[in-house]
């Protein structure tokens, strides 16, 4: 089955350093990977690869289409969707008026119809995504009024209102309590069970172990290790490099399934 996202032999370089050497990894539909490794092992250059704002060698596919040389906004509309380590919102609107930002297509027509009638927001789709994160309530909200773990929520929802194939997720337990980890957690095995396929990167090894179904390890820009989150666990590369003593165990994880 073709994967809905694939990293072919990716390579990314800045100045004289390599930041990413020959990384590959597949998204299958339904599942989510987890992406691990140290800080600087190039975990975030590898989603900026794949989703157009880092310039790489190698080949990014989504649904089987080589997508490579695409640039960001061409490759979300291709259904590749992502969030950002820091979740900028637009503090003069409202949590609904946030999301539905990440829901229009942007045309001519559209354009030219925007600077005669309002648009409206799409109701039930933000409504769904923020209710599929367990923040529906939230929806006439200000963003200054929301906590950081809030805000983060939010970034995530605005990711998935926007209807993609596949998503990438760059630390979006970060900001969390222990609670909310695991509600997220829960949820996001729930939406991968309607279908959606994600990427996960996060330095919560509870978290990852417990909701991911395959974790991929890098360490140098290199993979070091993959397999399930029982297989990794037990690989002493992967403990020597990242895991270390303190790690919980997969059995232990927040978001255990």
Known sequence: ???????????????????????????????????????????????????????????????????????????????????????????????????????????????????????????????EALDSLGIGHLFEAMPGELSEGQRKLVGIARAFAGSPRVVCLDEPAAGLDTAETHELGLQLRSLTTGGMPMLLIDHDIGFVFGTCDHVVVVEFGEVIAEGTPHEVYGNERVIEAYLGSSA????DAEGSR
């Open 1 to 127: 089955m073709t994967p809905v996202l694939a990293a072919r032999g990716i390579s990314v370089r800045y100045g004289g350093v390599r930041a990413l050497s020959n990384v590959s990894l597949e998204v299958p539909e339904g599942t989510i990977v987890g992406l691990i490794g140290p800080n600087g092992a190039g975990k975030t250059t590898l989603v900026d690869a794949l989703t157009g704002f880092a310039p790489c060698e190698g080949r990014v596919e989504i649904a089987g289409e080589d997508v490579t040389r695409l640039k960001p906004h061409a490759r979300a509309r291709r259904g590749l969707g992502r969030t950002w380590q820091a979740v900028e919102l637009f503090d003069d609107l409202t949590v609904a008026e946030n999301v539905a930002v990440a829901i229009g297509s942007p045309s001519p027509w559209a354009t030219v119809k925007q600077l005669f009638v309002k648009p409206k927001l799409e109701t039930e789709r933000i409504g």
């Open 248 to 251: 919980g165990r997969p059995g």
